[in-house]
């Protein structure tokens, strides 16, 4: 049996800066220990965003990545994009304009439906077995 | 501008700003060493009271023109046309309709507190000028003008050395021998382009900016004095000092981090003394001299 993890939707403060950077990383700290974290950062709230704000986004998606698991942005306004791109790191995050689309982003895939011990090309391959049967 | 009126036997040439702009004072007026411009808090009445003085000084035709716009057209044409038409006003305008510019008679004029709206009720013809036109409403048509003149569309010119094709630097600009300047492209004075940096697709850097490590500046205009930081990408954009405009998204950022983008304290200038453009119409074939630059023989910064 496989159980759909939840995808959990955090709101990013008002301003996102390197002081309360700090205070939203021990926020989302416990998600991101968690095995494959599936985070939606909802920045429908963020007016500014400076360096280290985005330092910690990457942090956190590095973080998340690496339990095998994602972390997306969603309603984000256009100066955070342009901040974003100024960067360059707005092709590093899967962005989506609503929290809703980005959850749904995670069960695009339907990854738990396939069984964990069958070939990963069972799901494009499966009628494979079959054809050759009737060959 | 000032050139162009002198070289049509214009004898009088008055400056009026407004008071609005005077943090850039010194700037402004070590622009235009040849005039005195007057400060005032009211263009309107100031230049009702010029005009005024025109008239008592025995001058008959004034060209009155606004700031809000770049236009070539023949001045003394425009002269000839408001003579043989012999209305007060002569109105010029182009396709997209009337520009702030105005040929007038200066008896026919009276002091009144509005002098823009007092010229609207005059009788005027219209000249019709057919040569570019910028209207400069925004700084998106700034850098329209920006891309026009680095691409040849008008007259106007960066005030420096075309040391390659399309790639224009002004005097003591530093460009490290591992950044990229691809035309077109235009470095003010004392600028500083640091290693791996990249200048492209008609940006112009202004006087005493710098462009730090790996950056890069793309279809972009950073004003004077102003600090481009490490690693970014600024594309579609014009900077002026820690004000951002994003001319794609039609958006403008104050940004907060100096260590991103903010006023150049490395440059020792005034962080509110700032010049828009660098770009003019005099000497251009003087300035044209070809040098080198990054060459292997120079140092790490190769100065001009």
């Given amino acids: 049996m496989s159980v759909s993890r939840p995808v959990v939707v955090m709101q990013l403060p008002e301003e996102f800066n390197a002081e309360t950077s700090q205070a939203f990383c021990k926020e989302i700290e416990p998600l991101l220990e968690a095995h494959r974290p599936r985070i939606v950062l909802d920045c429908s709230l963020v007016r500014s965003i400076d360096g280290a704000g985005v330092e910690m986004l990457l942090h956190c998606l590095e973080e998340a990545m690496k339990r095998d698991g994602d972390l997306k942005l969603c309603c984000l306004s256009a100066q955070s994009e342009v901040v974003l791109e100024l960067l360059r790191v707005d092709r590093v995050f899967e962005i989506f304009a ?22 990963w090309y069972s799901a494009v391959f499966g009628e494979l077995g079959v054809l050759k049967q009737a060959s | 501008m000032t050139s162009e009126f002198r070289r049509i036997g214009v004898d009088e040439v008055s400056l009026l700003i407004d008071e609005m702009f005077s943090s850039r004072r010194d700037e402004i007026e070590q622009s235009v060493p040849e005039l005195a411009p007057v400060w005032t808090s009211d263009v309107s009445r100031a230049v009702a009271q010029t005009l005024a003085a025109y008239k008592e000084s025995g001058i008959e035709t004034c060209i009155l023109t606004l700031a809000s716009v770049y236009a070539e057209f023949d001045l003394s044409d425009t002269l000839q046309f408001h003579r043989a038409h012999q209305q007060p006003v002569t109105r010029v305008l182009d396709g997209k309709g009337l520009l702030d510019f105005w040929v007038v008679k200066v008896d026919g004029i009276s002091e009144v507190a509005d002098i823009f709206a007092s010229l609207q009720g005059l009788q005027a013809s219209s000249y019709i000028v057919s040569g570019y036109v910028r209207r400069l409403e925004h700084l998106r048509d700034l850098r329209c003008l920006v891309v026009d003149s680095l691409t040849s569309r008008c007259r106007m010119r960066p005030q420096g050395f075309e040391v390659r094709p399309g790639v224009w630097l002004a005097e003591g600009a530093q460009v490290h021998r591992r950044a990229r300047i691809v035309a077109p492209a235009f470095l003010g004075s004392a600028t500083k382009i640091e290693e791996q940096c990249l200048i492209t697709r008609c940006s112009n850097v202004e006087s005493n900016s710098q462009v730090d490590f790996g950056t890069v500046v793309e279809d972009s205009s950073v004003l004077s004095n102003s600090y481009i930081g490490m690693g970014l990408d600024l594309t579609h954009s014009v900077v002026d000092g820690s004000r951002l405009l994003n001319l794609r998204r039609d958006v403008t950022l104050e940004i907060k981090d100096p260590g991103l983008i903010g006023p150049n304290k490395s440059s020792g200038m005034d962080a509110n003394s700032r010049s828009l453009l660098s770009f003019g119409m005099d000497s251009i074939s003087a300035r044209r001299e070809r040098r080198s630059f990054n060459s292997e023989t120079e140092s790490t910064y190769s100065l001009l």
């Fill in chain 1, 98 to 119: 609503s929290a809703e689309e980005g959850v749904r982003s995670f069960n695009a895939l339907p990854v738990d439906v396939i069984p964990q011990d069958a070939p």
